[in-house]
C-alpha cells in the first residue's frame, strides 16, 4: 500500500487492510474507547484482532509504520482484544486458536503494572509491544475479520 492510498484512507475515515492466511485487519483511524472499539469491530469485521503469533505481531507493526506518517510520533497506540485483568482475548471462539495460541503475550517489559488500578485493557505501541490501559482513552482500533 502506498502513502497516498492510505493518506485517502485516513482523509475518508475508512482503515488500513493487511492479511495474512485467512484473516484480515483493520486498523481504524477513528480513535475510541476501548468498549466502544469492540462494538465496532464486533458490527463490521468479526471482532477486536488476536496477537497469538509473532506472524500477527509483525503484520501489524509493519502496518502500524505506516500509519506514524500520520501520527508523527512514537507514541501510536492501538486497541487490540485483549482485557478484563485476566487478560483473556474478545475473539474467544476456541476453534480460531492453535494449542498454546491463547497464551501469547507481548507486554513491554514490567506491563501489566496497574491491572487493580482500573488498567485493564490493552493497547500496542508501534513497537508491537503491549502496554495496560484504562479503558475509557481513545485509541485507534485493530479490527479483524476471520475466514473459516
Ligand atoms: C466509552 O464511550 C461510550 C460512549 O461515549 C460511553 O458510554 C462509555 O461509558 C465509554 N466507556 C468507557 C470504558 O470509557
Not at 11 to 39: I, M, P
Not at 71 to 78: F, I, L, P, T, V
Request: hydrophobic share 35%; with cysteine.
Amino acid at each position: 500500500m502506498d502513502k497516498l492510498l492510505l493518506l485517502i484512507m485516513a482523509a475518508s475515515g475508512l482503515s488500513a487492510v493487511s492479511s495474512a492466511a485467512g484473516l484480515q485487519y483493520y486498523f481504524v483511524y477513528d480513535r475510541k474507547n476501548f468498549t466502544e472499539a469492540q462494538r465496532y469491530c464486533r458490527e463490521k469485521h468479526t471482532d477486536l484482532v488476536t496477537v497469538d503469533s509473532m506472524e500477527v505481531m509483525k503484520i501489524l507493526t509493519n502496518t502500524a509504520d505506516l500509519d506514524n506518517m500520520f501520527y508523527s510520533n512514537n507514541s501510536y497506540r492501538a486497541w487490540i482484544g485483549l482485557s478484563g485483568g485476566s487478560w483473556r482475548w474478545s475473539l474467544s471462539d476456541p476453534s480460531f486458536y492453535k494449542p498454546g495460541e491463547t497464551d501469547f503475550r507481548r507486554w513491554y517489559p514490567g506491563r501489566p503494572n496497574t491491572g487493580d488500578s482500573g488498567q485493564i485493557c490493552t493497547a500496542m505501541g508501534s513497537d508491537g509491544l503491549w502496554y495496560d490501559h484504562s479503558c475509557d482513552i481513545m485509541h485507534h482500533p485493530i479490527c479483524a475479520d476471520v475466514r473459516a
